[in-house]
Nanobody
Framework: QVQLVESGGGLVQAGTSLRLSCAAS????????MGWFRQAPGKEREFVAS????????YYGDSVKGRFTISRDNAKNTVYLQMNSLKPEDTAVYYC???????????????????WGQGTQVTVSS
């Protein structure tokens, strides 16, 4: 069992940056492929980014590619999402998730993940 807690969300203006954190407890995070998803009101939860367990390979959804960066610090049991050049359409609740058996391809899909955080709200004003 692993518990995930996101932090760092807030209200910001378009064009600025935020960094989200996801702290894990209960199990060492290095066992897990990690992902970030987001859900806007009335929309499906969508894939944002994922990162492999050790070699740091990363994958991104098309809407955030080039603006967002996922990273991890296994020693701190924490995963980050650096969000730059934020747009109003980035407004959503952001969730981190942990996957024990993901591959690079399956990491794009919600059902692949075993554990989820409670989410943190990001609101981008125009």
């Amino acid at each position: 069992q692993v518990q995930l807690v996101e932090s760092g969300g807030g209200l910001v203006q378009a064009g600025t940056s935020l960094r989200l954190s996801c702290a894990a407890s209960g199990r060492t995070l290095s066992r897990y492929f990690m992902g970030w998803f987001r859900q806007a009101p009335g929309k499906e939860r969508e894939f944002v980014a994922s990162i492999t367990r050790y070699d740091g390979s990363t994958y991104y959804g098309d809407s955030v590619k080039g603006r967002f960066t996922i990273s991890r610090d296994n020693a701190k049991n924490t995963v980050y999402l650096q969000m730059n050049s934020l747009k109003p359409e980035d407004t959503a609740v952001y969730y981190c998730a942990a996957c024990l058996s993901c591959s690079s391809s399956s990491s794009y899909y919600k059902p692949s993940y075993d554990y989820w955080g409670q989410g943190t709200q990001v609101t981008v004003s125009s």
